[in-house]
């Protein structure tokens, strides 16, 4: 039975609020400089500068393990020139949007563990791409599972009545919280998702690659990666289970070993990811 008696839009909820429909802006002018043909690693530099705590987190990332890098870091600038340009844009996103999603209340778990579940994905992507020898966008991959799910934040945020009723609804009658969620309000948290990525104007794999990700095939231009997207999700989600609210997705687990390398196996798909994870998720969220 469709319950929804709202006119309610998933553009509706974002822009209603100007500080969640606004991109971070440091992220843009970092873009701006990136984009620009006479801007050179100094201005990059200059940028992230402006901000200690930015800077000093990004020190800290370079000079982890997780980057290997002989010797310690000392400057941003050498991080920029060894690290690479488009890890550092990753990970500035990456701390930008967890700082800006981090006080919002929701009655999932904690935002640590909500975090946590989301590196996980984001470190579990990019292991898959390595097995499977995909060398496309694996940085925009490692973004799209870190953001899959903050859609589901931002609902909770602007809409708690009707979440707790999609969650009831799912509950009660064994569907997904997803499927609960366009009964109940007319859209999912994963279109808010990718709705938000389209209006920070983030690159249109990421926005299509979580919207579809319960059909890849549907993601037009974009299947392959929809599918790693997904395959990460439903890995983290089995391994690591926990509320009974935070949905699983469905895929077959046989499916995935077959995928990987010959002669890898899920659990050593594990135990890396366990390395990783220890490695960075307190760097990314040292709270």
């Known amino acids: ?10 553009r509706s909820i974002l822009t209603g609020n100007v500080k969640l429909a606004s991109p971070p802006e440091l992220f843009l002018k970092l ?11 100094r201005d990059a530099c200059a940028l992230i500068e402006n901000d200690p705590g930015l800077s000093a987190r990004i020190l800290r990332i370079a000079n982890s393990p997780f980057f290997g890098i002989p010797g310690k870091v000392t400057s941003l600038r050498r991080a920029l020139n060894i690290v690479g340009l488009q890890e550092i844009q990753l ?11 981090s006080n919002f209340a929701n009655g999932l778990m904690t935002m640590k563990e909500f975090w946590a579940k989301s590196v996980r994905c984001a470190l579990t992507v990019r292991l898959l791409a390595t097995y499977q020898r995909y060398d496309r966008c694996v940085q925009t ?34 569907i997904s919280f997803q499927q609960g969620e366009r009964r109940v309000i007319g859209f ?20 299509a ?9 549907n993601a037009i231009g974009f299947s392959r990666e929809a599918a790693l997207v997904a395959q990460a999700q439903s890995f983290v989600y089995s391994r690591y289970a926990g509320h009974d609210s935070w949905d ?17 196996t899920l659990a050593e798909l594990a135990q890396k990811l366990d390395q990783q994870f220890d490695q960075i998720f307190k760097l990314i969220h040292p709270n």
Not at 31 to 41: K, R, Y
Not at 192 to 197: D, F, G, H, I, N
């Open 188 to 207: 999912d948290h994963y279109q808010v998702v990718a709705e938000l990525a389209r209006l920070w104007r983030l690159p249109e794999i990421i926005a």
């Open 141 to 174: 991959l490692f973004l799209c599972d870190l953001l899959h799910e903050i859609g589901r934040l931002v609902v909770y945020h602007r809409l708690p009545e009707l979440a707790r009723a999609a969650a009831l609804l799912a509950r009660s009658e064994k």
């Open 209 to 217: 690659t979580i919207e579809h990700h319960d059909a890849p095939k």
């Open 248 to 264: 699983t997705i469905v895929t077959d687990t046989d499916k995935l070993e077959l995928s990987l390398a010959a002669g890898a």
């Open 31 to 41: 873009n701006e400089v990136l984009e620009n043909p006479e801007a050179d690693l």
């Open 91 to 101: 990970l500035v996103l990456t701390t930008l949007v967890i700082d800006k999603f």
């Open 1 to 10: 039975m469709q319950l929804t008696t709202t006119r309610l839009s998933v």
